[in-house]
Each structure stands twice: as C-alpha cells, then as structure tokens.
C-alpha cells in the first residue's frame, strides 16, 4: 500500500512539473528600432496564449524577472 502512495505522489508531482513546463517564460531577443534610431534591449515575457489575465503587467501579477507588480486592467483594455 505504501508502494502505491508513494507512486501516485511521484506520478503526480511529474505531472505539476510537467503543467509548469507550459507556463514558462519567452526571450524576446534584442533589436535595433531603425525609426527612433534605438537600441531593444532582451526581455522576457510570458508565453502567448488566450488569457490576459496571466501577463506580467496585468493587475495581480509581478515580473519575477524585474520584481515589478502588474499595473494593467485586463478587463479595461483591448489588447
């Protein structure tokens, strides 16, 4: 029976890890902007999907990456 349980918590923590996997963050690599003569610098920004709700701007949520909270309505805006 301890078999079993330690089977299904294994099997269920690779799946977590495994759903985690999607939600992973996207480099936008850097670039030069001919028509302000500037240079993008890289970032990173989460990845695409149907839902505003999950973007590191949106109200609710913080840039792991800059330690910056979101500022964004996502039911305000069209994006």
């Keep these: 029976m301890k078999k079993l349980i330690t089977i299904s918590l294994l099997s269920l923590f690779i799946v977590a890890g495994l759903a985690n996997l999607a939600e992973a963050a996207v480099r936008v690599r850097s670039y030069y902007k001919p ?4 240079y993008v610098m890289p970032s990173y920004r989460t990845s695409p999907n149907k ?7 949106t109200k609710g949520n913080y840039n792991p990456y800059t330690g910056k909270k979101g500022y964004i309505n996502p039911y305000q805006y069209q994006w």
């Design 51 to 57: 839902t505003k709700l999950d973007n590191y701007s």
């Design 35 to 38: 028509s302000t003569g500037r």
